[in-house]
């Protein structure tokens, strides 16, 4: 009797959690690879935390991501193909998402969830297209792609450690190393929400092991050197020495992110939040070096498994089994969205045309088994995509590959596709496309389909999406490199910012030229809006220049900003902000 009544008192409390509704926490780390935890066979690298975490949650073993970041974000956010999104790339201006898309965060938040996201976006920094425009209510975040780079604010000088972050649209000053000070507010932001009685979604993108490299965790740094880093290595690299370096810097970020994981399960418990808080935890893409992968090949850009299959743990007391894993079944990012709004019981709007599909029914019963179904991934650079260009096609055990390589806009010649069966073959190392004609003709052919369905916005009506110019909602707005409009990231590229003005009136203009970007001679810094001119004569080394109040018409326009030197060089400038008055 006693036992039963302990289990009928299991049974309601259960019962009770079940009928909450759940907080979700989604943690997402920045080019960590499938290989870089103990629970996955990594010798070297420490994550005791996350492999604390795999014990106790689901594990889906054949989940798949874009070989890239950004692309990878907005099939997260969206539970659509990256390119139905407008993001088809991760910089010059090809990394913005749509303002039309349909976030999980807008659907949760309309349902009562409050929102919040820490860390890394990157689907784009200007109104309407920022995490405070996007669903979330609650938003500290880096620009562009990364620290130390292009979009960094001028003033944080590259820094990792006390970065200038993005705090709700406004600067802030923050301090400590990255990764902490995303989980430090993120924790402190839950804590709050929880007392005020509220369910959240929180949303920790961090950038680590994200490079550059040179400002990591010191002592995490030093104890790595002391470790058979080289053992990972995969792959022939110019300077064993150099890549041991690299690698203790990595590692030192990852066991960084991993010693957050560990306080924030240690709040959630403090807080009363274990239970019926479901965590994921997965990484972008592939790992950003030749590393350790388990049994498969590649790195973060590549379609082969390294770069596009990733981890997909799934902890949730109240209702997951423990330390369980999915096998048969193959998802990716585009499920997320679906299945988070299942588990918390909030309905997907009517209409949303949806990539993606719940799997939580599975999560919950492992052994039931989802209908087949076929993935398909393409990323390349460039705003236009190109046919079989560095693609992949997934079905329950076939893949279909094209691995042209993501660094180029187009390949040349005919196809070399290849073929595998990943049941016997993970490492994609027997090429069958011989052997199985019929298996390749039928996943070319939805591979077709699917480019002809999913492709088609961006092919008829390219993008980027409008940087919206509106003192009322962003003032003022700083266009940086990372969404300009170019051929390249360079002190002597040239490019163009596409905005559209809410509203007619004067406007302030300041072009920054910081450091090194300071022109080096004397030179003439060019304004074009439109087909207006605007001009000023700058001495050597200046490094901002603002200029008279400009009148710009309601609607679409052009913003261009050069330096140009009397010997006929041309530069780009490095920001350019532009101020409502």
Not at 61 to 78: G, H, K, Q
Not at 270 to 294: H, Q, S
Not at 372 to 378: G, N
Not at 500 to 506: D, M, Q, T, V
Request: aromatic fraction near 10%; hydrophobic fraction near 35%.
């Amino acid at each position: 009797m006693r036992h039963l009544l302990l289990f009928a008192s299991l049974f309601l409390f259960v019962a009770d959690l079940w009928a909450e509704r759940p907080n979700v926490i989604l943690v997402m780390s920045d080019d960590q690879g499938y290989g870089d935890f103990g629970a996955v066979g990594n010798k070297v690298i420490e994550t005791p935390s996350i492999d604390a975490m795999a014990k106790r949650s689901v594990l889906w073993d054949n989940f798949y991501v874009s070989p890239v970041c950004s692309p990878t974000r907005a099939s997260l956010m969206t539970g659509r193909y990256n390119h139905r999104t407008y993001c088809v790339d991760t910089w010059l201006g090809r990394s913005m998402m749509a303002t039309e898309e349909t976030t999980i965060a807008e659907v949760l938040h309309e349902a009562g969830y409050a929102t919040g996201i820490f860390g890394k976006w990157h689907l784009g920094d200007n109104y309407p297209m920022r995490t405070i425009d996007q669903g979330f209510e609650e938003s500290l975040v880096l620009r562009g792609g990364g620290l130390a780079q292009p979009a960094d604010p001028i003033e944080n000088n590259r820094r990792y450690t006390n970065p200038i972050l993005m705090h709700n649209g406004r600067k802030v000053q923050t301090t400590g190393y990255c990764t902490d000070v995303y989980f430090d507010h993120a924790m402190k932001w839950m804590r709050k929400i929880h007392n005020e009685g509220r369910s959240f979604f929180t949303y920790i993108p961090t950038n680590a092991p994200h490079g550059p490299f040179h400002d990591v965790p010191e002592d995490l740094r030093k104890y790595y050197l002391k470790k058979d880093l080289k053992s990972l290595i995969r792959g022939k690299v110019r300077n064993v020495e150099e890549e041991v370096d690299t690698l203790s810097r990595i590692a030192a970020m990852i066991t960084n992110v991993d010693e957050n994981m560990g306080r924030l399960f240690d709040m959630l418990k403090e807080n009363g939040l274990y239970e019926n808080t479901l965590v994921f935890f997965l990484t972008d893409n592939g790992p950003n070096t030749m590393r350790y992968v388990g049994d498969m090949r590649g790195m973060k850009s590549n379609v082969l498994e390294g770069g596009v299959r990733t981890v997909l743990w799934s902890h949730w007391p109240a209702r997951l089994q423990a330390g369980v894993t999915v096998q048969d079944t193959v998802a990716a990012h585009i499920d997320l969205f679906p299945t988070i709004a299942e588990a918390c019981g909030v309905a997907v709007p009517a209409g949303l045309q949806l990539d993606g599909r719940s799997i939580l029914s599975q999560l919950v019963n492992p052994g039931k088994r989802l209908a087949p179904r076929t993935l398909f991934m393409q990323i390349h650079r460039g705003s236009q995509p190109q046919r079989y260009h560095n693609m992949m096609v997934r079905d329950s055990m076939w893949k279909l590959v094209h691995p042209s390589g993501f660094q180029t806009q187009t390949f040349e010649g005919e196809p070399d596709f290849q073929l595998y069966n990943l049941d016997q073959d993970p490492g994609e190392e027997k090429n069958l496309i011989m052997d199985y004609p019929q298996k390749f003709a039928y996943l070319k052919s939805l591979y077709d389909a699917w480019f002809d369905d999913v492709m088609s916005n961006v092919l008829t009506n390219p993008g980027p999406p409008d940087i919206i110019i509106d003192g009322a909602h962003e003032n003022p707005s700083v266009l940086t490199w990372q969404d300009r409009v170019a051929d390249r990231w360079s002190k002597g590229s040239e490019g163009h910012w596409e905005l559209n003005f809410a509203h007619s009136g004067n406007y302030q203009v300041q072009v920054d030229m910081p450091r090194e970007y300071a022109p080096e001679a004397d030179a003439e810094v060019l304004l074009f809006v439109g087909e207006e001119a605007y001009k000023i004569q700058v001495k050597q080394g200046t490094e901002s220049v603002q200029f008279p109040a400009i009148f710009v018409a309601e609607g679409p326009n052009i913003l261009k900003a050069e330096i140009n030197y009397p010997d006929g060089k041309v530069e780009g400038g490095y920001q350019v902000r532009v101020t409502t008055l």
